[in-house]
């Protein structure tokens, strides 16, 4: 019997418009002036109005901070955390994708009156001492699950990332409206999908702390995302399709946050800091030879996943775990997202730079099912040039 804790967001609603209700959720927490997080993407769509128009009608007071870039910088997140602190909120809505429910996150711990801790001290795991304000996620792309995970990504150096990872930064509730999501474009949709797909398949073959809750929502979020990813991009005003990409890439979230993942994202982080390739872009590149890497360890896994989307298949592990990377490689093609690093202008000198970086990803690296040298992923990048 395996022994293991499982820790998530206590309040979660998976329903279209759930976010013209925000203001209930604030007025339980005990906010009166919140700070909506977000980015000049999401206000430039008015994705914020109506949510603002609510807390407005509410008594709320409401401060609109939109000045986060994708995968924020240090300065960005100190700068957002002192705008709220001096504008004296009680309470912090993140509404976008992961860099702006990073930096909420972030801010909530920073901007709080008793906080006495510096963001430089809050790098690696459970390092966070202080409290937080009360915490609302509404994401605005199915990917990172940042919603529910207890993760926040910055950008520390020129190209170097890093993780905060605090059961602080788990959320008071997470509020899954696909009204926010009908607009994102194809190229984004299919990012942050395979992101998702990328979540619930590395904390399903996570080393570490593989345990049988995980399994299940990872299994669960692979369903839904492998059903619906290709209508999400396709046919991105469908409701459905995209309300059930926000629950598996929240259901994938719950599942990574609890069994981390791995060498997929060891080696995508590297070519977003040097190249500024998306976050979910740059883990589509590294997925497949990854996976195929991992094969002679983890193909019982990948075959276990692969009968979830295909519960009839016959074969052996390795035919079936093939069949799992032919299915994933479809997608890829399907998104046509570009999938080699030379349609990138990714110089082919930089690619032992970037082995050598994927390297430093020692948090993520431990968790894969086989152990990956630099030589490895050198041959991995080389592979997909
Ligand atoms: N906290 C975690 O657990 C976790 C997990 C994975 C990744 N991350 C981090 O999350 C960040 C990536 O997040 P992301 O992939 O969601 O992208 P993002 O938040 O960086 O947003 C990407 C772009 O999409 C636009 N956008 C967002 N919603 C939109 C909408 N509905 N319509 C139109 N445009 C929209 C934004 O304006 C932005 O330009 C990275 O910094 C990554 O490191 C965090
Ligand atoms: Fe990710």
Not at 64 to 76: C, N, R, S
Not at 235 to 246: E, K, S, V, Y
Not at 263 to 291: C, K, Q
């Amino acid at each position: 019997m395996v022994s293991f804790a499982f820790h998530t967001v206590p309040t979660l609603v998976c329903q279209l418009d759930c976010a013209l209700d925000t203001a209930t959720h604030c007025q339980r927490l005990g906010m009166k002036h919140v700070v909506v997080v977000t980015d000049k993407g999401v206000t430039g769509l008015q994705l914020h109005e109506a949510i603002v128009y609510n807390l407005q009608t509410a008594g709320l007071r409401v401060t609109v901070y939109d000045q986060i870039i994708a995968d924020p910088p240090e300065a960005i997140v100190i700068a957002a955390a002192e705008h709220a602190r001096r504008a004296g909120v009680d309470g912090v809505i993140g509404l976008g994708g992961g860099s702006s429910m990073d930096v909420a996150k972030l801010i909530a711990l920073l901007a709080h009156p008793e906080q006495q801790q510096h963001l430089a001290t809050m790098y690696g795991v459970e390092q966070v001492t202080g409290k937080r304000l009360p915490l609302i996620q509404i994401p605005t792309t199915a990917g990172t699950g940042s919603e529910v995970t207890p993760v926040a990504i910055v950008t520390t150096g020129e190209t170097t990332k890093m993780g905060i990872v605090s059961r602080q930064l788990l959320a008071d509730v997470a509020l899954l409206d696909a009204n926010l999501t009908l607009g994102l474009p194809p190229a984004i949709t299919a990012a942050t999908g395979i992101d998702a797909m990328v979540h619930a398949i590395e904390a399903y073959t996570s080393i570490r702390l593989k345990n049988p809750y995980a399994d299940l929502l990872a299994c669960e979020a692979l369903k839904m995302l492998d059903k619906y990813l290709q209508t999400a991009i396709h046919d991105g005003h469908n409701p459905t399709a995209r309300q059930h990409m926000l629950l598996g890439a929240m259901l994938a979230g719950q599942a990574f946050a609890n069994a981390p993942v791995a060498a997929v994202h060891a080696l995508a982080y590297p070519l977003g800091g040097h190249f500024h390739l998306s976050h979910g872009h740059s883990n589509a590149l590294v997925l497949v030879e990854v996976l195929k890497f991992n094969l002679p360890k983890g193909a019982h896994w990948y075959a276990e996943l692969y009968s979830v989307l295909d519960p009839h298949c016959r074969g052996s592990d390795t035919e079936k775990a093939e069949k799992l990377i032919n299915r994933l490689e479809q997608h890829l093609v399907d998104s046509l997202l570009p999938l080699r690093l030379r349609e990138l202008a990714v110089p082919e000198s930089s690619l032992s730079l970037l082995a050598r970086d994927a390297m430093l990803q020692t948090r993520l690296l431990q968790n894969n099912p086989r152990p990956l040298t630099q030589q490895d992923a050198l041959g991995i990048y080389q592979s997909i040039y």
